[in-house]
């Protein structure tokens, strides 16, 4: 079955603090990987994404992400959280030879103490 | 560029009522999704549309649940009758054909009393 685990709902850091945030996939075949933002009452945006490759992936704001296939995992990961950072984060997992259905995670609440 | 609009933003309607949300892509975007998002939840796929023709609606619920993609373009999403567990935000993506890259609207949040 085809699936993703967010493990942790809600994770709470200081700002200045660095964050890491889990995500393990079942996939049956190659995948393709997606970390997106939501802020409140907005559209998800997309961090950045993985096909192969280098298995650690830069994306926008600051925020990378490492590919383990071991692990099955593709954990979210900033050095230093800012408060805007404060937004519901889902990992995703897609067809990888072509467009497709996205399969998420149930998304990690992050809020960022002063 | 323009990014993906969607409307209405918020709608509040009794059960079994109906209600039509509406998408309008990227200009150019081949490929359209409606997701439907319930509370606590990741989006899950209701439907997918290549240009005018559907790829994948085996997650929508027919017997209530309708889409069409008229030439091509906007999209509307239809509920009816709807019901209490189809309160959620309904989220329009879409995508150049074939591309990974899934650019999403603001979505529609529906509460049905």
């Known amino acids: 079955a085809q699936s993703v685990t967010q493990p942790d709902i809600h994770i709470t850091v200081s700002e200045g603090a660095s964050l890491e945030l889990r995500c393990n996939y079942s996939?049956?075949?190659?995948?393709?990987l997606f970390w997106y933002v939501q802020s409140p009452g907005q559209g998800l945006q997309l961090l950045l994404k993985y096909f192969s490759g280098d298995t650690l992936v830069q994306g926008i704001k600051g925020f990378e992400a490492e590919f383990k296939r071991s692990q099955s995992s593709f954990n979210l990961r900033k050095p230093s959280v800012h408060w805007s950072d404060a937004a519901e984060y889902f990992c995703?997992?897609?067809?990888?030879?072509?467009?497709?259905?996205?399969?998420f995670g149930q998304g990690t609440e992050l809020s960022v103490k002063p | 560029e323009a990014g993906v609009a969607q409307s209405p933003r918020y709608k509040i309607i009794e059960k079994r009522q109906s209600v039509a949300f509406w998408c309008n892509p990227i200009s150019g975007h081949a490929t359209l999704y409606w997701y439907q998002q319930i509370l606590g939840q990741g989006p899950k796929l209701l439907i997918q549309?290549?240009?005018?023709?559907?790829?994948?609606d085996s997650q929508l619920p027919k017997d209530r649940f309708s889409a069409e993609r008229l030439k091509g373009v906007d999209s509307t999403l239809k509920i009816q009758p709807a019901k209490l567990e189809d309160s959620a935000v309904y989220l329009c993506?879409?995508?150049?054909?074939?591309?990974?890259?899934?650019?999403f609207g603001p979505g529609t949040r529906l509460t049905v009393t």
């Open positions: 995703a997992v897609g067809p990888y030879n072509q467009g497709g259905k996205l399969i």
């Open positions: 993506a879409s995508s150049l054909a074939g591309s990974h890259e899934q650019y």
């Open positions: 549309f290549q240009n005018n023709g559907v790829v994948d």
């Open positions: 996939y049956g075949a190659t995948p393709y």
